[in-house]
């Protein structure tokens, strides 16, 4: 096997777990060559020629085969990798909201280019699912991929269930740990979630969904009173990515979800995170592992590398038939919502109320809403709003037809009428 | 891509479910060309042109392009993957027992003739194991896989302890059910899950272990007082297979366990598998899914297919290593042995004795005994004596030294101490 050299950006976390897994795999032969980095000035653990700011000569140096880029920022890990594809050389990235913003970029990239982009670091780090979904499950009528994808939250969540801390309490802790970024929006407001979701339904179904057309609610609003709820009925709250075809539509969203306890979900506990697809023939599987973490996202680095070192590639089997299948918002999904005062939520959005519950300090709703109407102004931004899916959600709603949806069905169904008379009488 | 012809052997269960997904997966070009049976009389649902009972016409046909063997002959269905291999055709088979027995010489056969052998519906049907271990983890150093291999004895194992049947009802049910074989031996006695097993220590460790050198006891001497000792600690009962390194040794075992309630394993039911590795990078790893029956074998099985269209081969990575390691059955496991009367068992097998009960109907004792006394022939003949390995077992005795081979080493060591002594006056 040829000794591959890696030309890397980032030496954060991931990229330093790499570098250790690299040194302890027993039978992997590849180094890093050269380490692309901003600031300078930094101290670093390895000698300094490894060290550049200048991007360029990593990604042209001929003696490099391969670049491995870990970097935070998605605008700049996109512009490394698609000079990268265009000088020639394939890619490992672990950047999540580069790959689900630029699916189809990307795609088309390596069509035109001929080289590889692997990203299976950005999905549930030690969790094989990309190539899982590409090669073994790439003849199979998938159905749903649904799961656990952000570990922070999950981290959180579980501190909450398990040692009654409050939110605030429980996120500080995952902040202390490392579990969760400084700036916890992209975690708690399930935006990390939508970016693995994106990239699981481009596998899953052949269709590239832009995480702007995805509904996100995440799990900041949870108020103490939730989480009686929730305990009241023997369920836990977990934050849900959950993508579902029905027909030749796709439901997907990030939003937290009642579990029973007894549910496999409910025991996926701290910073696991768990995958499951159903499909028509395998029906329901199930993937858990360490969804962050410097060795299990290095260590799922290394394994893309490795599938360079025999010119591996995506080859986005679903993909030709995602014709046959469309992305949608519109179907009602079944929640619970908690609100400080009745002003706070119109009722009038449901298209169904089925429980209502208003006191001085706590109101809930329960009943059936549109996703659509869910990705509204008031319904994103009213910090006084919760969302929470029912543990029955699924079962009773998606697929069918929103209220509104239903109206203006009906209205386009009595214009066609009208229209037909006005034909026959012409007639 | 072109539409590859595929020679079948078999018909059955598993046969009928290639066929099925084989016509409803929609991005496949392939279609089964010819298909030899045993027995030309039993009526079939496909046309009889399709059907021969000449092994050789198959495998010789230039117009074939791949062999897919599905019987369950295991010594007939060697002779047609080795056949197939020579005649230069690569092969599909889902025999768990002939891929176990024959390991070394499919290995050697395929970089013989460079032909392949993929195998990934022999083992836990439809969780794609195998070829993750090969292409994700080909350079992880993974520690441990264990697992829930065997789905009869899991359905009986659900039942008994959630409906309250007795054992005899439960094996009973699943017979009537199709779970289990009509002769249940090979199930029950812990000898189809032995196979699996050794196939995933070929391709975790690069070990290939032959099954005789394996301790297989199974879930047919369980006794109610078994299960309501079980139940009294809040545990389960799981047939498991287990492979664990610990430094240069790898032990390895199937036999019933003592679960905690709480534990995932513990909730993996009826005809579910699950499939646990541990790695130094990705820690902890859970597959989980649908361990039997025709659609999801017959769906691992195309994707076996899928993956001999592009020239797949299984490159057995972890091999090269394996001088590194060796398989032993010198180790203490603690186990609970339940008998019926006190000469059952001879308290001078174990190597301690941690807790003793006897009453007139039911005797029990909890201690470490080496693994190599288990394989003696009154542990595995008595029908009196039912042995579960306790919850903790694995934490405490294993990889430890057998009581045995402690003496032994320590008649080494004041030998040792002698020669020294004698050395000494000597000079």
């Known amino acids: 096997m040829k000794n591959i050299s890696i030309g890397l950006f980032g030496f954060g976390c991931v990229g330093q777990g790499l570098y250790q897994t690299l040194n302890q795999s027993k039978n992997f032969a590849g180094y890093i060559a050269k380490i692309g980095i901003k600031d300078p000035r930094k101290k ?22 391969i670049i491995v880029e870990l970097i935070d920022d998605a605008s700049a890990a996109l512009e490394i990798v698609v000079s990268a594809l265009k000088a020639g050389k394939s890619v490992v990235t672990a950047n999540k909201k580069m790959v689900a913003e630029n699916m189809q970029l990307l795609v088309d990239l390596q069509k035109e280019t001929g080289n ?4 299976e670091g950005a999905v549930c780090a030690s969790i094989p699912i990309i190539r899982t979904l590409e090669e073994y499950f790439g003849h199979e009528p998938l159905t749903e991929v649904k799961g656990v994808f952000n570990g922070s939250t999950n981290y959180i969540l579980s501190r909450v269930f398990h040692d009654k801390l409050d939110y605030e309490t429980a996120l500080a802790q995952a902040q202390d740990l490392g579990f969760a970024e400084s700036d916890p929006a992209l975690d708690v407001e399930g935006y990390d979630a939508k970016y693995k979701l994106c990239i699981l339904i481009s596998h899953t179904f052949g269709l590239h969904v832009h995480p702007d057309q995805v509904l996100n609610l995440g799990i900041q609003r ?3 009173a939730d989480l009686e709820y929730a305990s009241a009925h023997g369920w836990r709250i977990k934050l849900l990515g959950h993508a579902q075809r029905i027909e030749d539509k796709v439901y997907a969203f990030v939003m937290p979800r009642f ?14 995170n ?32 490795s599938a360079l070192s025999y010119a591996y590639k995506y080859e986005y089997k679903k993909e030709s038939h995602k014709e046959n299948v469309f992305f949608s918002n519109d179907s ?34 329960v009943g059936t809403i549109c996703l659509n109407k869910l990705r509204t102004e008031i319904w994103q931004n009213n910090p006084h709003i919760n969302v929470v899916l029912t543990a029955d959600t699924l079962d009773n709603s998606l697929g069918k037809l929103c209220v509104n949806q239903l109206k203006v069905e009906i209205d386009e169904l009595k214009k066609g009428q009208r229209l037909r008379k006005k034909l026959m009488l012409q007639l």
Chains 1, 2 share one sequence.
């Open 44 to 65: 670093r653990e390895l000698p300094s020629h490894l060290f550049t700011t200048d991007a360029l000569s990593i990604i042209e140096d001929p003696k490099i085969d």
């Open 116 to 119: 590889a982009v692997l990203y």
């Open 274 to 305: 768990a995958v499951v697809i159903n499909g028509e023939f395998c029906d329901n599987q199930w993937f858990t592992g360490k969804g962050a973490g410097s060795l299990p996202t290095g260590a799922a680095v290394l394994s893309d590398v």
């Open 332 to 365: 009602p999904v079944k929640i619970y919502a908690s609100f400080q005062s009745p002003e706070d939520v119109l009722l009038n959005d449901f298209d169904q109320v089925i429980e209502k519950y208003f006191s001085y300090d706590h109101c809930y709703v």
């Open 222 to 224: 949870i108020k103490s």
């Open 259 to 272: 579990v029973p306890i007894n549910d496999n979900l409910a025991t996926t506990e701290n910073e696991y």
